[in-house]
């Protein structure tokens, strides 16, 4: 099927072909850990990369193989790799770009266990970083040193829903020769592709829309085909953090309905969000879609859509937030975003727990701040729920 030709709805359900070589219509699982040789002379000629084929599963797995395909696809990457979690692609990509002694520039503000791997990175492996206003082109000039080797953001940045103007920040590091790396989790390509905007890597927790059931721990990785082979023979085949090919079913599964789960979640977060606003006991929403938004321009300019995520501060302390969580009978107290159950979460004492207080508030992360994962519950029901909570402040 050509890549071109068709729309993001038909290539989440066929890009790539189903990997079916006896015309089932879902793709086969190939549950195997490795893969048998016809003759040993076969295994030393697929071992010596001059005959094509499987070999054993932590190198390459035809279930997983075609999720890599139909993500590359949808993210508009020329290939895709895949990961036994976000972290592990996350880590994959910044162990394959660096080496001691280089310096990452990132975006101010990212999920904690990103923001806990560059600490890593740097008091074991002497790998600096950097967190700039990724808006502020003379911030990123100034922070950019010859040891740079990578710039990593987050669009929306995980969980202040701050949002970067991802072409404008390309611009600075083309001029550079610097390659940018964008998480985009929260969107999920149907709601944005940042190859298409000049980003050179993806990175994604697919946990969460790509998965959107809350039953896989996924990432994934799209760039350059040659970017893709230098980290599935290195950080990928190496250390090991590869997907399992049931976790690759269960995404392909998953990104079939990946368009009309992602139109529900937006429509659903465009109501919560404009009846959180208005609530007496809400301080201020951050949710890309609200005209007033600081970044409504950049949503317009480069998301088909403002996702399905709302963070809001309350008028009121930590324990105040707590008890709103407490409260909640339908909404799931949890972490992890995207699944088709609403959750909530307060980022301060949970997914942002690890950083330390000072590096939180710079990031904007007050104690009084709650993040909602808005899921595909009818949204009147979401509402009744969160709106009793604020009520009994
Ligand atoms: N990148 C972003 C933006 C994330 O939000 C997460 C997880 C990861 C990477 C890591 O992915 P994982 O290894 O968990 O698949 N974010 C979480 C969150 O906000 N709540 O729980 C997990």
Not at 131 to 140: A, G, H, L
Not at 257 to 271: F, I, Q, S, W, Y
Request: with cysteine; hydrophobic share 40%; charged share 20%.
């Amino acid at each position: 099927m050509s890549k071109e030709s068709k729309h993001f709805d038909t290539l989440a359900i066929h890009a790539g072909g189903s990997a079916s070589p006896d015309g089932s219509l879902t793709p086969p699982l190939y549950q195997t850990s490795t893969f048998t040789f016809e003759t040993a002379e076969q295994g030393e000629a697929r071992f010596a990369g001059i005959e094509e084929g499987y070999i054993y599963s932590r190198l390459g797995n035809p279930t997983v193989k075609l999720l890599e395909e139909r993500i590359a696809i949808l993210e508009g990457g020329e290939a895709g790799l895949s990961f036994g979690s976000g972290m592990a692609a996350v880590s994959a990509v910044l162990f394959a770009v660096t080496k001691s002694g280089d310096h990452i520039l990132c975006s101010q503000g990212l999920y904690g266990c990103t923001f806990g791997l560059l600490q890593m990175m740097k008091e074991k492996y002497n790998i600096e970083h950097d967190f700039s206003d990724m808006n502020e082109e003379e911030e990123i000039l100034s922070k950019l040193k010859p040891n740079t080797k990578l710039i990593y953001i987050e669009t929306p940045i995980n969980p202040t829903m701050k949002l970067i103007d991802l072409q404008k920040v390309v611009q600075i590091a083309k001029s550079k020769g610097i390659p940018v790396v964008v998480d985009n989790t929260f969107c999920s390509p149907y709601l944005q592709k940042p190859i298409t905007l000049g980003c050179d890597i993806v990175v994604h927790s697919a946990t969460k829309y790509i998965g959107g059931h809350g039953d896989v721990i996924a990432g994934l990785v799209v760039g350059k085909k040659e970017f893709i082979q230098q980290v599935a023979m290195t950080t990928k085949k190496d250390i090991g953090g590869i997907m399992s090919p049931f976790d690759a079913w269960l995404l392909l599964r998953g990104l079939k309905t990946l368009p009309v789960r992602m139109d529900r979640h937006c429509d659903n977060a465009e109501k919560i969000a404009s009846l959180l606003k208005k609530h007496k006991n809400i301080e201020q929403i951050f949710y890309p879609g609200d005209t007033e938004h600081s970044n409504y321009g950049i949503m317009k300019k480069q998301m088909s859509k403002p996702g399905g995520l709302i963070s809001f501060t309350i008028k009121g302390s930590k324990k105040d937030a707590q008890n709103i969580l407490n409260r909640l009978q339908l909404i799931k107290i949890a972490v992890s975003l995207g699944d088709t159950e609403t959750l909530i979460q307060h980022p301060a004492t949970m997914t942002h727990a690890v950083v330390p207080e000072e590096s939180r508030l710079d990031m904007g992360i007050t104690d009084n701040l709650i993040r909602l994962s808005v899921g595909l519950e009818a949204w009147e029901d979401i509402w009744e729920d969160l709106n009793q909570a604020l009520n009994r402040m």
